[in-house]
């Protein structure tokens, strides 16, 4: 197990896991004064195994000296290196670019342990899941969500909403792999929520100023509201987008809880093809569709080049 003790880079256990998830088999680890050794391996699509010595570190840069000293390490134990510093050079890569290479980062376990679904299906209907009793359903909601997005996308979700009491404000803020900002708000319902307009209204005036707020840093590319159901049918909730983008210039798009848990599973399976999603096609309004993630997912594995075919 990775020693994510005193003097651990803070990306290590996100390399970690975003290895396991990637299908790499943790081995071991080491700590050095400047960086963590992470031991590991991957069976190729020849069934070869591979064995790799990756050092993580959160210094801007290793010397010169602590290269070679990693380089030489990985050759003692017939391992290839594979070093992460904050920016790429021509002997490390950067951690954009190997979380990239990879699908996407695994900010947590959250999504992936075997309760997530149950909850997650549980807490959207404004239930506490099993086990839980400290806690308000809908802040429960609310976490699992976020979790869920932060696996698809492979990105730290801001969490806001019941977190930040007394302002108005959506839940959360979920980055895409585009670098495209989503608006997320969570409304946990035990018979589905109803979407008339004077609900969304808050919604719409906090679009409308993070726009102005993100301008010229990164691009808002659309509202999600997240709940048990919705009890207007799909054709409602297209009018409702259409009204939303007239006002908030960006679409407005829904997604049932078990939708986005089927989603999470998709990935479980697919890790590496979420940065080659469209998300924005996904997230363009109204209901969203299992089938359309599905058809994209499909697409990324029919059109990608294969490494080493």
């Not at 990637?22 to 680890?29: D, F, K, L, P």
């Not at 086990?131 to 308000?136: K, L, Q």
Request: charged share 25%; net charge negative.
């Amino acid at each position: 197990m990775v020693d994510d003790s005193h003097r651990t880079p803070p990306q290590t256990p996100t390399a970690t896991r975003t290895l396991i998830v990637a299908g790499y088999s943790i081995e071991g680890s080491h700590r050095q004064p400047g960086h963590i050794e992470i031991l590991c391996k991957r069976t190729d699509i020849l069934g070869a195994s591979i064995p790799y010595l990756i050092a993580v570190t959160d210094l801007d840069e290793l010397s010169e000296v602590e290269i070679d000293d990693i380089y030489h390490s990985a050759e003692n134990q017939d391992r290839i290196p594979i070093i992460i510093t904050p920016i790429s050079s021509e002997r490390t890569i950067s951690w954009e670019d190997f979380t990239e290479a990879l699908g996407g980062a695994v900010p947590s376990w959250q999504a992936l342990s075997p309760e997530y679904d149950q909850a997650l299906v549980t807490a959207a209907k404004n239930e506490l899941p099993i086990g839980v009793t400290e806690s308000e359903a809908w802040l429960i909601f609310e976490d699992l969500v976020s979790s869920g997005l932060e696996f698809i996308f492979g990105r730290r979700v801001r969490r806001l909403g019941g977190r930040v009491r007394g302002r108005a404000v959506s839940d959360m803020q979920a980055q895409m792999p585009t670098g495209h900002v989503l608006v997320v708000d969570t409304k946990a319902s035990a018979d589905g929520f109803d979407v008339i307009w004077s609900e969304l209204r808050p919604l719409v005036e906090y679009v409308k100023r993070q726009r102005v707020r993100q301008h010229g840093h990164v691009e808002l590319c659309g509202a999600l509201i997240s709940s048990s159901n919705f009890k207007q049918d799909d054709a409602r909730l297209i009018e409702l987008c259409l009204n939303f983008l007239a006002e908030a210039q960006v679409p407005l798009s829904f997604i049932d809880a078990d939708v986005l848990v089927k989603t999470v599973n998709l990935f479980r399976e697919n890790p590496d093809a979420r940065n080659g999603i469209y998300w924005n096609q996904i997230f363009k309004g109204g209901r969203i569709r299992l089938s359309s993630i599905k058809k994209e997912l499909q697409a990324v594995n029919d059109e990608r080049v294969k490494n080493g075919v």
